[in-house]
Nanobody, 127 residues
Framework: QVRLVESGGGLVQAGASLRLSCAVSGFSFGAYGMGWFRQAPGKEREFVAG????????NYADSVKGRFTISRDNAKTTVYLQMSSLKPEDTAVYYC????????????????????WGQGTQVTVSS
């Protein structure tokens, strides 16, 4: 059974940092690209960051470039999202997701290309 479990969210002040983790099980983690998405109240879910199966390529939403870093540890079957210089507009529920197909040279931006999702972790940034 595919399982993705996020952790690390919380309430922080603007300018602070947080590291989110997503522990996965039930599939060959090292074969799949992974992504982080977020959804703020009243807004659609949006892509935040993605990483290829081998960590060789990463991509980011423009809104988080230079502040967030996605990484993965295939030995620990965990994907991370290091968030720095947090802003109130980063407030959202953050989800990790597994790409629907193995391999790939780039992690896709479209959420329809991911087919397994975690339950989410809340990040709240106060001003």
């Amino acid at each position: 059974q595919v399982r993705l479990v996020e952790s690390g969210g919380g309430l922080v002040q603007a300018g602070a940092s947080l590291r989110l983790s997503c522990a996965v099980s039930g599939f060959s983690f090292g074969a799949y690209g992974m992504g982080w998405f977020r959804q703020a109240p009243g807004k659609e879910r949006e892509f935040v960051a993605g990483i290829t199966w081998n960590g060789g390529s990463t991509n980011y939403a423009d809104s988080v470039k230079g502040r967030f870093t996605i990484s993965r540890d295939n030995a620990k079957t965990t994907v991370y999202l290091q968030m720095s210089s947090l802003k109130p507009e980063d407030t959202a529920v953050y989800y990790c997701a597994r790409q629907a197909t193995i391999g790939g040279r780039l992690a896709p931006y479209e959420d329809g290309r991911y087919n397994s999702w975690g339950q989410g972790t809340q990040v709240t940034v106060s001003s």
